[in-house]
């Protein structure tokens, strides 16, 4: 049997989220077309009679303006130098840039094998295809390359056997069964804060937390959600609530139809909101969250 990690990296935007959750074939990632979607590492796993693949989405790499995107690019750092295998993933639409240079740099000094995953095809001609291709060829000698649509492929037959055949040998490193190992209490407040994201505007989905603070089944067989969405200004928190309520009604009711699905029963979800200033230079309210995980 085959076992080991493999790292997900890449620019914002690049489908990284999209690409795990395909390749698991389940939402464990949430997805939008903002950057920083992606704050911490998610571990998805694909498990086979002969192999156990451990995917790792990472936050995608871009210049820090914060302390919470110090600490997950840190945590990029530490993921892929401790991985057996890299997928370098890029928006093929997009030309080759200082921070394309940036991450290949990082995926280089890595020591281990990268593939391209050269995304985003559905968008593109052959010819476009061909020519950004051998660009980003030329650039590195890249262990193997992989023209894909994550959006749209529903067949990664072939990148899942290339994957294992670059895998040590070993026993399986999560049980059979298991898809991620992020907690229920993550994957509640990642779908909060994913419905943020495609809702609300300007600064505030890069300045909102979400924190779950209690989970109870009450006598009606409805389990009742109480999460806290933390901002940095009271502008940012009037935004999130809306004209009457009406943003916050829409966030609510849009991420609790999805944490139903993940849940597999009725839930009643509350959302809180408070401001603290500043909070993503916090450690304290970083880790609290959950966000940009580090080794001390």
């Known amino acids: 049997m085959r076992s080991g990690f493999v790292a997900l990296a890449g620019r914002p935007n690049a489908g990284k989220s999209t690409l795990i959750n ?8 949430i997805v939008s077309e903002k950057a920083q979607t992606t704050r911490s590492e998610i571990r998805g ?8 693949i451990v995917f790792t989405d990472t936050p995608g790499v871009h210049k820090s303006t914060n302390r919470l995107e110090e600490r997950m690019f840190q945590e990029t750092g530490n993921v892929l130098a401790g991985t057996d295998l890299i ?91 298991e898809i991620t190992d992020s907690s229920e209490d993550f994957q509640i407040a990642e779908i909060v804060r994913e419905k943020i994201l495609y809702c609300a505007q300007q600064e505030v989905p890069h300045a909102s937390g979400v924190l779950v603070e209690r989970r109870e089944t009450e006598e009606d067989g409805v389990e009742h959600i109480d999460a806290l969405v933390l901002v940095e200004k009271d502008g940012q928190k009037g935004i999130l609530i809306g004209k009457h309520g009406a943003m916050l009604g829409r966030i609510t009711q849009e991420a609790q139809r999805d944490i139903e699905k993940l849940l597999g029963h009725k839930v009643h979800l509350t959302l809180f909101i408070r401001v603290e200033n500043e909070w993503r230079n916090k450690d304290r309210a970083i880790e609290t969250f959950g966000y940009g995980n580090i080794d001390d």
Do not use: C, H
């Not at 395909?22 to 990632?29: D, R, T």
């Not at 796993?45 to 156990?52: E, F, L, S, T």
């Not at 093929?92 to 050269?118: C, Y």
């Open 22 to 29: 395909a390749l698991v074939k389940q939402k464990i990632a």
């Open 45 to 52: 796993i694909v498990n086979r009679p002969d192999a156990q």
């Open 87 to 177: 997928y370098l993933v890029v928006d093929g639409t997009k030309s080759f840039g200082r921070g394309d240079e940036f991450v290949l740099r990082m995926v280089q000094n890595a020591g281990v094998p990268v593939f391209l995953i050269f995304n985003k095809i559905d968008r593109m001609t052959k010819e476009e295809v061909l020519e950004n291709l051998l660009s980003w060829q030329k650039r590195f000698r890249f262990a193997e390359f992989f023209p894909i649509s994550a959006l749209e492929g529903n067949d990664f037959r072939e990148l899942i056997d290339t994957t294992i055949s670059y895998l040590p040998e070993g026993e399986a490193l999560y049980p059979a069964d």
